[in-house]
């Protein structure tokens, strides 16, 4: 676990010089059999230190350490329940935000959208920290890496934090070309036989 802890760190400072999170806002768990190691409430993440991540179990409870978890942990443990995750990545990430804040779903625009699982669903609004947001944010995750949360942010998940992270960076760029395109105007939506062709030719070699 301190393993986990000293990644937490790492990839926390990572998400806040790329401008992903900022202040205390945005969080990040990873997961070793029943103990999830997540960031803690009210500390920025480019200021973290290992020892100030708690640990706890897949209930919620602290194990180990003094701070209390992320406002969002009930969503982490609820994602690491009804997925096979080893990590979640949570941010506010400007343009993830702002497809989160006025659209449905982010539609696939450009193949590597596939790398998330194709189209990403917005979940439904609901007030932070709470149970019924957890809910909303795990369908709107069902066969996808990642998820927007209406007026809020993005969610990515990932078999490690490395995977997680880079799923978060994806899910920023694509929202990012998606809010660009439709500066210049109306942006062609991948079909769905566009979207297999693709798969086929990476499974091809
Ligand atoms: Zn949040």
Redesign the pocket.
């Known amino acids: 676990m301190d393993e986990l802890r000293r990644e937490l760190c790492e990839h926390g400072r990572r998400a806040a010089a790329l401008g992903l999170v900022i202040g205390t806002?945005?969080?990040l768990s990873a997961r070793d059999g029943d103990l999830v190691a997540v960031t803690p409430s009210g500390v920025a993440l480019d200021r973290l230190r290992p020892e100030d991540c708690p640990i706890v179990d897949l209930d919620g409870r602290v194990v180990e350490g003094d701070r209390k978890p992320s406002s969002?942990t009930a969503m982490h443990l609820a994602l690491y329940a009804s997925t096979g995750a080893g990590a979640v990545v949570?941010t506010?990430s400007v343009f993830a935000t702002v497809v989160a804040s006025t659209m449905a779903e982010l539609p696939p625009i450009h193949y590597n959208a596939l790398l998330l699982g194709g189209a990403v669903r917005v979940a439904p609004y609901a007030t932070?920290g709470t149970p019924e947001l957890a809910e909303n944010v795990r369908r709107a995750l069902e066969g996808r890496q990642a998820a927007l949360?209406a007026s809020?942010?993005g969610v990515t998940i990932g078999a490690t934090l490395e995977q997680a992270f880079e799923a978060t960076r994806l899910l920023e760029w694509l929202c990012e070309v998606y809010v660009r395109a439709l500066g210049v105007g109306a942006p062609a939506v991948l079909t769905e036989e566009q979207l297999v062709a693709v798969i086929e030719r990476a499974f091809s070699g």
């Open positions: 806002s945005g969080n969002e949570h506010h932070y949360m809020h942010g």
